[in-house]
C-alpha cells in the first residue's frame, strides 16, 4: 500500500496561505465546521491527482480552483497542491526516499506538473502514479454522494462498477 506522508496546499480554493497536512500511519480524519474546507481537502487530493474535469472537483471552471481573495482580500494567482508519497520501500522506481508531486494551475486554467519539483508532463505523473495504484478516478476514492448514485443506480450499471472493481471488465 502506497503511504501518503502529507498534503500542501497553497492558494487552493479556501486554502489562501500555505496549508500542511500531515498524515499519520493509520486512520485520518478531517474535522471543522460547515464550510469549513473539508471538501476542498478532498478536491485538492483528486486535484493534485491528475483530476481533469474541474465539475468533478466541485468547481465551474478551473480558475474557480484558485482562492478568490472572498469579499475583501487579494486572490492567488495561482493554486498549488502537493502531495508527498512515502517512498521507502521503493514503490516508485526513483532513488528517493519520499516522492512529491505538484501541480499548479493558472488563471487561464492551464496545468503544470512536477515531480520532486522538476516539470513532467501529466501522464508522465499518471504513469508513476498507477505504480502506486493510484488513480484519479479510481473507485478507491469514494466521493461525497458516490455512494447514493451506487444504490439509486440501475442493476446492470451497478454490475459494470463491481466488474470494474474487481478488474476483470479489462477482459470483456
Ligand atoms: P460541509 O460540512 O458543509 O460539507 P466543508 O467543510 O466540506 O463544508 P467546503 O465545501 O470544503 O466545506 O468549503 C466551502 C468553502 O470554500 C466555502 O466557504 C467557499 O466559499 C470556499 N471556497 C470554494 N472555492 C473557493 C475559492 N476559489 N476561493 C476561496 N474560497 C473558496
Ligand atoms: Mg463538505
Do not use: W
Request: charged residues 25%; aromatic residues 6%; hydrophobic residues 35%.
Amino acid at each position: 500500500m502506497t503511504k501518503i506522508n502529507g498534503l500542501v496546499m497553497h492558494g487552493f480554493k479556501s486554502f489562501a496561505k500555505r496549508t500542511e497536512l500531515i498524515f499519520d500511519n493509520k486512520f485520518n480524519v478531517v474535522l471543522g465546521p460547515n464550510g469549513s474546507g473539508k471538501s476542498n481537502v478532498l478536491d485538492a487530493l483528486c486535484f493534485v491527482l491528475g483530476k481533469r474535469s474541474a465539475k468533478s472537483l466541485r468547481a465551474e471552471k478551473a480558475a474557480n480552483l484558485i482562492y478568490n481573495g472572498g469579499k475583501s482580500k487579494t486572490p492567488s494567482k495561482h493554486a498549488e497542491v502537493s502531495i508527498i508519497f512515502d517512498n521507502s520501500n521503493k514503490t516508485f522506481p526513483i532513488d528517493s526516499e519520499t516522492i512529491k508531486v505538484t501541480r499548479i494551475i493558472n488563471q487561464s486554467g492551464q496545468s503544470v506538473y512536477k515531480i520532486n519539483d522538476k516539470r513532467h508532463t501529466r501522464q508522465q505523473v499518471l504513469d508513476l502514479l498507477a505504480l502506486g495504484k493510484i488513480n484519479p478516478d479510481g473507485y478507491n476514492i469514494i466521493l461525497q454522494g458516490d455512494i447514493t448514485n451506487f444504490v439509486n443506480m440501475p442493476p446492470i450499471e451497478r454490475r459494470e462498477v463491481l466488474a470494474e472493481i474487481a478488474g476483470i471488465s479489462i477482459y470483456e
